[in-house]
T-cell receptor, first 115, second 114 residues
Framework: DAGVIQSPRHEVTEMGQEVTLRCKLI?????LFWYRQTMMRGLELLIY????????DSGMPEDRFSAKMPNASFSTLKIQPSEPRDSAVYFC?????????????FGPGTRLLVL | TQLLEQSPQFLSIQEGENLTVYCNSS?????LQWYRQEPGEGPVLLVT?????EVKKLKRLTFQFGDARKDSSLHITAAQPGDTGLYLC??????????????FGQGTELSVKP
């Protein structure tokens, strides 16, 4: 079975532009997590969903960030407008069920550079 | 705010040496996980520990969860160049956790030289 799929793998954009990151969950998984990784702050949880419903978005930096799950297997993370400080690697991860002991399977990440 | 502090942040050793990585917090966690991340890839789960005092072994890797469930350690025996990578601990908080939330440490960057 394919793992978590993220696209694009790399994104370079200019400040003020809209950025959309995409994630396809592993088939049969129903929890979805978006993380951001930087050298300074490490790996931070931005938001997570269970059965398409956002459960905790307290990690979303500000209103410029939004995340959706239009269906059970797909999610988007949008940044509008983007700023240089948003430059980071963005990961999504999925797990089979709700619960902190469940294995989270991470995608390969999207490397975002905002100039 | 619940934090997990890892030490050391960087570790460079020779093949065959032993090492220990620490993950500490002032908060109690319901479970703790260790992940390994290679450059250009996402983290991959190594182990989950649940019970205070629990010890798990994965070949040359030994993981321990502290008795009070506030800390954990990862010990690698006879390190190999293939062990090189970023090691991350992640704790599941008891409170405000409606399922699946993890708090990650900053990571320990391990380099094992042949």
């Amino acid at each position: 079975d394919a793992g978590v799929i993220q696209s694009p793998r790399h994104e370079v954009t200019e400040m003020g532009q809209e950025v959309t990151l995409r994630c396809k969950l592993i088939s049969g998984h129903n929890s979805l997590f978006w993380y951001r990784q930087t050298m300074m702050r490490g790996l931070e949880l931005l938001i997570y969903f269970n059965n398409n419903v956002p459960i905790d978005d307290s990690g979303m930096p500000e209103d410029r960030f939004s995340a959706k799950m239009p269906n059970a297997s797909f999610s988007t993370l949008k940044i509008q407008p983007s700023e240089p400080r948003d430059s980071a690697v963005y990961f999504c991860a999925s797990s089979r069920a709700r619960g902190s002991r469940e294995t989270q399977y991470f995608g390969p990440g999207t490397r975002l550079l905002v100039l | 705010t619940q934090l997990l502090e890892q030490s050391p942040q960087f570790l460079s050793i020779q093949e065959g040496e032993n090492l220990t990585v620490y993950c500490n917090s002032s908060s109690v966690f319901s479970s703790l996980q260790w992940y390994r991340q290679e450059p250009g890839e996402g983290p991959v789960l190594l182990v989950t520990v649940v019970t205070g005092g629990e010890v798990k072994k994965l070949k040359r890797l030994t993981f321990q969860f502290g008795d009070a469930r506030k800390d954990s350690s990862l010990h690698i025996t006879a390190a190999q160049p293939g062990d090189t990578g970023l090691y991350l601990c992640a704790g599941a908080p008891f409170t405000g956790n409606q399922g699946g939330k993890l708090i990650f440490g900053q990571g320990t960057e391990l380099s094992v030289k042949p």
